[in-house]
């Protein structure tokens, strides 16, 4: 059974680091891509960036300054470091698998997400 | 950035009714384009890739289509289980980008 689950710090304080982990089970991170979305509160997801299976990187250009996506495979765990944070960085911040089919073209699919971690940027 | 508009941002409708949910790109996306669903309890699951493919699992009251820019989410019949949020996304660039969500609400 596929599962992701995100832990970490619900608190932030602004201009500080937001660390979180990804565990996962049920698929290995050597054969399977992870993308790190956030949800502000009343907003729509917004892809961060992705850790590639072959241990390759990709980030949202608009966070791509402050962003740091790694892995650790021998614990199942993709993390996040995203620094200098401010308010509204404040949401819920989700992993998910990412799938591919190809039929001649590569179709992509974020086809298993995490409960999702919810954080706050406060003083 | 590609923007992704859907509308309406909420849908009042009842059970056993047919519903049809908008999503606009602000440019063509050659289909590439997914719908996703989300429950009250923060929860996501994929429902359709590539347009009208539905994903593995998802029931057949679930529909997809569209091409260039303009694209549509159908539930035939709705069941109690279908009222949450749903998000476009399209993968056609980078980075692929959500729509802002349609709340589908208990009539």
């Known amino acids: 059974q596929v599962q992701l689950k995100e832990s970490g710090p619900g608190l932030v304080q602004p201009s500080e680091t937001l660390s979180l982990t990804c565990t996962v089970s049920g698929f290995s991170l050597t054969s399977y891509s992870v993308s790190w979305v956030r949800q502000p509160s009343g907003k729509g997801p917004e892809w961060m960036g992705r850790?590639?299976?072959?241990?390759?990187?990709a980030y949202n250009s608009a966070l791509k300054s402050r962003l740091s996506i790694s892995r650790d495979t021998s614990k199942n765990q993709v993390f996040l470091k995203m620094n200098s944070l401010q308010t509204d960085d404040t949401g819920t911040y989700y992993c998910?698998?990412?799938?591919?089919?190809?039929?001649?073209?590569?179709?992509?699919?974020?086809?298993?997400w995490g409960q999702g971690a919810s954080v706050t940027v406060s003083s | 950035d590609i923007q992704m508009t859907q509308t309406p941002s909420s849908m009042p409708a009842s059970l056993g009714e047919r519903v049809t949910i908008s999503c606009r790109a602000s440019?063509?996306?050659?289909?590439?384009l997914n719908w996703y669903q989300q429950k009250p309890d923060g929860t996501i699951k994929p429902l359709i890739y590539?347009?009208?493919n539905l994903q593995s699992g998802v029931p057949s009251r679930f529909s997809g289509s569209g091409s260039g820019t303009d694209y549509s989410l159908t539930i035939s019949s709705l069941e109690p289980e279908d009222f949450a949020m749903y998000y476009c996304?399209?993968?056609?660039?980078?980075?692929?980008?959500f729509g802002a969500g349609t709340k589908l609400e208990l009539k």
């Open positions: 850790m590639w299976y072959d241990g390759d990187t």
């Open positions: 590539y347009t009208s």
């Open positions: 998910t698998r990412d799938i591919y089919y190809y039929d001649g073209y590569y179709h992509y699919v974020m086809d298993a």
């Open positions: 440019q063509g996306i050659s289909n590439y």
């Open positions: 996304q399209q993968y056609d660039s980078s980075p692929n980008t």
